[in-house]
């Protein structure tokens, strides 16, 4: 049962590119989270989605971030244009469904923006 | 205000040497209560949920317990291989989960 799958693992780029990074859910799961990790702030929540629909994006931090889930096995998370203070790891994870089941977590895209 | 404290941020022990990791939080309505491993490069790994006051649950040396106000997460008998960043995190009625900033245990032999 292969796990959640994010791509590419690590993203180096310049300051105002366009960044995309890429995750596949476990087959199954109806849930798909997306967060963002810092040595100063922890892990925080970007955006959720149910059924591939947005249900919390009150954590995306402006409008040059966004996300979106075209089908059940694929999601994007869009940085556009890229600043400095977005590098960090960011994980993708999905859930059996939205009411208190586990996440499970991918390994990460590490962003640097140079 | 952080809704989920963890402590210490640090912890060392020597194999063998029990401890206890803390998690608080300040949320009502709880449903539920989960702690993660996280090794280096890797995304977390789940480890429990506890849904209820009271509710204890085991893993090989891990036990977690949890009140209305906190959660442990109890070592018994460390090894080096249990060096990790362990997470706690919240589950409201209505949101995703929210995490801590972690523990993060070191284990020497």
């Known amino acids: 049962d292969a796990g959640v799958i994010q791509s590419p693992r690590h993203e180096v780029t310049e300051m105002g590119q366009e960044v995309t990074l890429r995750c596949k859910p476990i087959s199954g799961h109806n849930s798909l989270f997306w967060y963002r990790q810092t040595m100063m702030r922890g892990l925080e929540l970007l955006i959720y989605f149910n059924n591939n629909v947005p249900i919390d994006d009150s954590g995306m931090p402006e409008d040059r971030f966004s996300a979106k889930m075209p089908n059940a096995s694929f999601s994007t998370l869009k940085i556009q244009p890229s600043e400095p203070r977005d590098s960090a790891v960011y994980f993708c994870?999905?859930?059996?469904?939205?009411?208190?089941?586990?996440?499970?977590f991918g390994n990460g895209t590490r962003l640097t923006v140079t | 205000e952080d809704q989920v404290t963890q402590s210490p941020e640090a912890l060392r022990l020597q194999e063998g040497e029990s401890s206890s990791l803390n998690c608080s939080y300040t949320v009502s309505g709880l449903r539920g209560l989960f702690w993660y491993r996280q090794d280096p490069g890797k995304g977390p790994e789940f480890l429990f949920t506890l849904y209820s006051a009271g509710e204890e649950k085991e893993k090989e040396r891990l036990k977690a317990t949890l009140t209305k106000k906190e959660s442990f997460l109890h070592i018994t008998a460390p090894k080096p291989e249990d060096s990790a960043t362990y997470l706690c995190a919240i589950n409201q009625a209505g949101t995703a989960l929210i995490f801590g900033k972690g523990t993060t245990l070191s284990v020497s032999s």
């Open positions: 994870a999905s859930s059996r469904d939205g009411n208190n089941s586990p996440l499970h």
